[in-house]
């Protein structure tokens, strides 16, 4: 039975990540319970309030069940995402999933005002084509292990710190890919395992 790219819906822009992964030919469902999460191939959290998807991956007993689902399956952390998909955060108020070795710096970019779009390269892409990154409170990366991969940095405004971190199967973003109708970010994400079942041939 084929099974789809689940999207973590406590909180946050989950729809867009579906959108995404429907212009894809990909299946993808909604996960709020173990249940759910069980019939899935690999997983996306999105991006939302990290402390409060903290408290509701708690609240609904998803914690341990991400953890063990992440052993086998592939997950995409975005921005708050992100935050969960670290070992350690800025913040005691976010139990983090740990799945990643690296420190997560809530609100880095600054409050919601301080959103911006910056062109970033990717290592990934062959043409060397840019990626219009949307920041929308985004979190920074500290402490980053050398087990994990840098596949792109915001080097704009005299920074240079890294934004697409990825670890075998695993992957995380401080920007919200989803949000810009690119599909180059997931699709590049889904050709790295091979269990993804689409609708149709991956794009």
Known sequence: MNKAVGVLALQGAYQKHID??????????TVRTSHELASCCAL???????TTISLLIQKNSLYDPIKIFA????????????????????????TPLGLMPFKALRNHYGAQ??????????????????FPAIFIRAPGVDKVSS???????????????????KKGQHMALSFHPELTGDTRIH???????????PHASIK
């Open 44 to 50: 996306i959290i999105p991006g939302g309030e990290s």
């Open 187 to 197: 699709n590049y994400w889904l050709n790295n395992f091979k269990q993804v079942t």
């Open 113 to 130: 005002v301080h959103s911006f779009t910056t062109d970033i390269t990717m290592d990934f892409d062959s043409k060397g084509q840019t």
């Open 20 to 29: 995404i992964l429907g212009a894809l030919n990909i299946a993808a469902q």
């Open 147 to 165: 087990e994990v991969q840098v596949l792109a940095r915001n080097v704009n405004k005299n920074r240079n710190e890294a934004v697409i971190l």
């Open 71 to 94: 052993e086998n399956h592939p997950v995409m952390g975005v921005c708050a995402g992100m935050i969960m998909m670290a070992t350690e955060v800025d913040d005691d108020r976010v």
